[in-house]
Structures are given as structure tokens and as C-alpha cells.
T-cell receptor
């Protein structure tokens, strides 16, 4: 597609439920990133995919968080047993190459997750 | 440990004047820096970048300055326009790593 597409754009869920967030990157972008932004804070790195593998999962805050990518395309971020502190905007970005190669990220519009 | 810091959460500037947004970093391994702009309900969009081999990069009304010895970069917008009102994030990366570290952002308001 023309840009990075994320769905849903908004999600309200009850504490303890599982949620799945989806990211469709720009076609041909091999690198895919998930970040989140909690209220009043900066962008927090969660996970990086190169192709379908995830060399860096260091930002996932707990084992309730997991992500996968298939077909070097779509990625899903799953949060199990959601907690109120999971409330944030979850941003997906894709890139042609890694940082430092003049390939900046292209971000999607994000999924605003609210856990009540 | 916040490796990239934007100490001013907000800034107001009169239309036509210069906007200066600042960013400090602590990791001396960082060698590539970006600025992103974010409007409400949209994802951040790439604005301008600079590599550590340079101390200045210019693109139209936007100029980024890098002071490696001070571990400081700044974004200058001249002249500022009301449409520049947004949150600006600086981000840094180190060669061989795969991610950018972002600051907490500065909300710029350009007054007409």
C-alpha cells in the first residue's frame, strides 16, 4: 500500500482480556518496528522485525506481549490479560533498511488502546 | 535511563520568527539522528536527519545542528508557520543497532 496501515485505530477493552493489533507495512519494506507511546511520554521501542524474524525483542515489557510477522508483510502485536498500564498508542513503522542508511521510518497512525 | 532527552515539553513562537527545538543525548555511540513531527491522531512523519560526520544539515526552512562534543542537537525552523504547530521528536541510533531511541517530544505552538 501507499503507507503503513494499522487496525483498529481505536480499541477499548476490559482489563484481563486479550487484544490483537495489526500492522500492514509498506510493500517491500523489510524492516518493521513496534513502538508505543503512553500518555505524556516518548516513543518506547517494543520490537524489531527484519523479514519474518525478530532480532530484537528487548522492548517487550512482559511475557504478556508477543508479536509475529508473516510473509515479510503483516505483523500482529498481541497483548494477553491486558492491564490498565497497557493503555497507550501503539505505533507501527516500516523501513527499507536499518538506521544509519538514510532510511527513516514511515509510521502508521497508530492504535489507541484503552484498558478499562 | 533516558538516553535521548528533550527537556522542553513545550514551546510557543510567533509566526515568522525562529523556532529552536533542543535535544540532548548521553550515548556517545549514537551516530545518526532524526527529527520527526507528529500531529494529533497521526503517526510521526520524518522531517530531517543528520549523520555524525556532519554538523549541519539543511532542508528548506528546517536546519538541524549537531554538536558532538556537547552531545546536543537542535532543530531550527525559520520562518515558523502556524502549520508547524505539532509535537517534535528527536531520535538517535548507533551503527550496528536496529532501532531508534526517541526523546519525549516538544510541543511547538506557532502563534499567528
Amino acid at each position: 500500500g501507499a503507507g503503513v496501515s494499522q487496525s483498529p485505530s481505536n480499541k477499548v477493552t476490559e482489563k484481563g482480556k486479550d487484544v490483537e493489533l495489526r500492522c500492514d507495512p509498506i510493500s517491500g519494506h523489510t524492516a518493521l518496528y513496534w513502538y508505543r507511546q503512553r500518555l505524556g511520554q516518548g516513543l518506547e521501542f517494543l520490537i524489531y522485525f527484519q523479514g519474518n524474524s525478530a532480532p530484537d525483542k528487548s522492548g517487550l515489557p512482559s511475557d504478556r506481549f508477543s508479536a509475529e510477522r508473516t510473509g515479510e508483510s503483516v505483523s500482529t502485536l498481541t497483548i494477553q490479560r491486558t492491564q490498565q498500564e497497557d493503555s497507550a498508542v501503539y505505533l507501527c513503522a516500516s523501513s527499507l533498511g536499518p538506521p544509519g542508511t538514510n532510511y527513516g521510518y514511515t509510521f502508521g497512525s497508530g492504535t489507541r488502546l484503552t484498558v478499562v | 535511563d533516558q538516553q535521548v532527552k528533550q527537556n522542553s515539553p513545550s514551546l510557543s513562537v510567533q509566526e515568522g520568527r525562529i523556532s529552536i527545538l533542543n535535544c540532548d543525548y548521553t550515548n556517545s555511540m549514537f551516530d545518526y539522528f532524526l527529527w520527526y513531527k507528529k500531529y494529533p491522531a497521526e503517526g510521526p512523519t520524518f522531517l530531517i536527519s543528520i549523520s555524525s560526520i556532519k554538523d549541519k544539515n539543511e532542508d528548506g526552512r528546517f536546519t538541524v545542528f549537531l554538536n558532538k562534543s556537547a552531545k546536543h542537537l537542535s532543530l531550527h525552523i525559520v520562518p515558523s508557520q502556524p502549520g508547524d504547530s505539532a509535537v517534535y521528536f528527536c531520535a538517535a541510533s548507533a551503527s550496528g543497532t536496529y532501532k531508534y531511541i526517541f526523546g519525549t517530544g516538544t510541543r511547538l505552538k506557532v502563534l499567528a
